[in-house]
């Protein structure tokens, strides 16, 4: 008797380009105020884009120790044209523009004896308790050899809205959040109503539970351990999605085409993060999310460190690349959309073509092949220069 094929074939294909044909990344055409965008990271407040990141303009960088700094923030009404610019830190005396006024003077504590900050690094702007929280990075000099031993550190600053044109735009210092070796690149990600600040470079990458009263560390203060490699292992990111928490990070020298981002996945905020082969986050394990690619004539040199900004169901990559390897110009920004495979595994406009093995994400066998770590000579300290 002959047999009807057609619709076991039907269901069959249904499924192959169900996974298959899942919606590509779409690299967003930004333009404007663009560049340098270090660091960069993107909240939302009543219809308009706040970009932030770390630089500095001839009008308003400040100097410490030597060297010239500041956080700037840019706007976007569609989060491809970006204009305006403004600074969070700096003087605010004998002026009557709102974003000079609401400036934040350099905190005392900035100079302090046991510090010699040089840079400041790495804005993460976070919305809770009636109030924007920005945290971010201080470090010293590492090229130089006698502060290059002094910690760094990550502090903390606030104001009600983001509006420069409002009479309540104002930073306010909170203080030190936490100090030593490896305080850098903060985030924040939430479990539930409590927040958690994730950071580190060169250390393991760790959270410790925030008060939400004070968005200082909460009591009892714990540490906990999310991702170890050995070099330079940095700005971690969570992003809740779904049922899993992916945690994003950079590894290399951000000078280098080895430069990357990789990604590691959880049921719990506190992991254990798995990538894709079920190798722990802990154990140098990392899935491939970005590398260096070329699209639309331009060439994305080192475009790993970046954030995630999600809106209603659509969720973003906001990174920093160079346009060479020379570094002509800086660091650029760019935006992707993030989709995410059949597996539930993000991809993003510069996330490696090639097939990675899709195997039982959590599973508690030991890998046995697939994302490897592309070879990246380790970063020493002194060449920090973010």
């Not at 906001?318 to 539930?344: A, C, N, P």
Request: proline share 8%.
């Amino acid at each position: 008797m002959k047999r009807n094929l057609t619709f076991p074939l039907l269901m069959l294909l249904s499924g192959f380009f169900t996974v298959s044909m899942a919606a590509d990344p779409v690299l967003l055409p930004v333009t404007g105020n663009i560049n340098p965008a270090s660091c960069p990271q993107i909240i939302k407040q009543n219809g308009i884009y706040y970009l932030f990141s770390h630089s500095g303009d001839a009008a308003s960088a400040i100097n410490l120790r030597g060297k010239s700094a500041n956080i700037w923030i840019r706007t976007s009404t569609d989060l491809k044209h970006w204009s305006d610019d403004w600074n969070v830190f700096g003087t605010n005396q004998q002026a009557t523009d709102r974003k000079v006024l609401g400036r934040l003077p350099l905190p005392a504590w900035w100079m302090g004896d046991s510090y010699s900050f040089c840079y400041l690094w790495a804005p993460s702007i976070n919305y809770y308790n009636g109030k924007y929280h920005l945290y971010y990075a201080l470090a010293p000099d590492w090229k130089n050899p006698v502060t290059k031993k002094t910690p760094s550190a990550i502090g903390l600053a606030t104001t009600p809205t983001l509006d420069p044109t409002s009479p309540a735009y104002q930073w306010t210092d909170q203080g030190l959040v936490v100090g030593g070796k490896g305080a850098i690149d903060p985030s924040v990600v939430w479990n539930g109503s409590t927040p958690y600040l994730l950071y580190g470079s060169q250390v393991p990458l760790s959270e410790r539970p925030l008060s939400i009263n004070t968005g200082k560390l909460a009591d009892p203060i714990t540490v906990k351990a999310v991702a170890h490699w050995s070099g330079v292992q940095e700005a971690p990111v969570i992003l809740h999605h779904g049922d899993w928490y992916y945690l994003f990070f950079a590894y290399g020298d951000y000078r280098t085409a080895g430069y990357g981002e990789y990604v590691g996945r959880s049921k719990s905020y506190a992991g254990p993060f798995l990538d894709r082969d079920g190798k722990d986050l802990m154990n140098a394990g990392g899935t491939r999310f970005i590398a260096v690619n070329t699209l639309n004539g331009i060439y994305y040199h080192a475009p790993a460190h970046g954030s995630v900004f999600t809106e209603g169901d659509k969720v973003y990559w906001v990174g920093q690349h160079y346009k060479d390897s020379t570094h002509t110009g800086g660091r650029h920004l760019w935006i992707s959309t993030i989709e995410f495979d059949g597996d539930g595994w993000p991809r993003c406009a510069l996330t490696p073509s090639f097939l990675q093995p899709k195997k039982t994400a959590g599973a508690s066998k030991p890998p046995t092949g697939g994302s490897t770590v592309p070879a990246s000579p380790p970063m020493e300290p002194r060449a920090q220069n973010k």
